[in-house]
């Protein structure tokens, strides 16, 4: 079981990045990925999750309205996009893969998250 999350760059404040996560060795279908980030001192935090169908997504209230999880169950990947980036958004971004299957996400539940990937640095400059 494998994750690598990738997509991670420079990006001038108010600028944009598309993360990607693609699993291999497993299945994804039955998996909520889930997002989380940590910033240099500080711990890891949760910035969004989504159902193994697609129809149910969680964020964080840092990134609501300027984040957007999707997936592509065919393309084993998933996505973070990204918008109106801030300074305070810089960190290394982690996916992660819940193999419960929760059908609606209600929280970023992180002790379910068994499967991690390498993490991808993004860097917002102001």
């Known amino acids: 079981v494998q994750l690598q999350a990738s997509g991670g760059g420079l990006v001038q404040a108010g600028g944009s990045l598309r993360l990607s996560c693609e699993a291999s060795?497993?299945?994804?279908?039955?998996?909520?990925v889930g997002w989380f980030r940590q910033a240099p001192g500080k711990e890891r935090e949760g910035v969004s999750v989504?159902?193994?169908?697609?129809?149910?997504?969680y964020y964080s209230d840092s990134v609501k309205g300027r984040f957007l999880v999707s997936r592509d169950n065919l393309k084993k990947t998933a996505y973070l996009e990204m918008s109106n980036l801030k300074p305070e958004d810089t960190a290394i971004y982690y996916c992660?893969?819940?193999?419960?299957?929760?059908?609606?996400?209600?929280?970023?539940?992180?002790?379910?998250?068994?499967?991690w990937g390498q993490g991808t640095l993004v860097t917002v400059s102001s």
């Open positions: 060795g497993f299945t994804t279908d039955y998996y909520a």
């Open positions: 992660a893969a819940n193999p419960y299957n929760p059908k609606f996400i209600t929280g970023f539940h992180t002790a379910s998250f068994l499967f």
């Open positions: 989504i159902s193994s169908s697609g129809e149910s997504t």
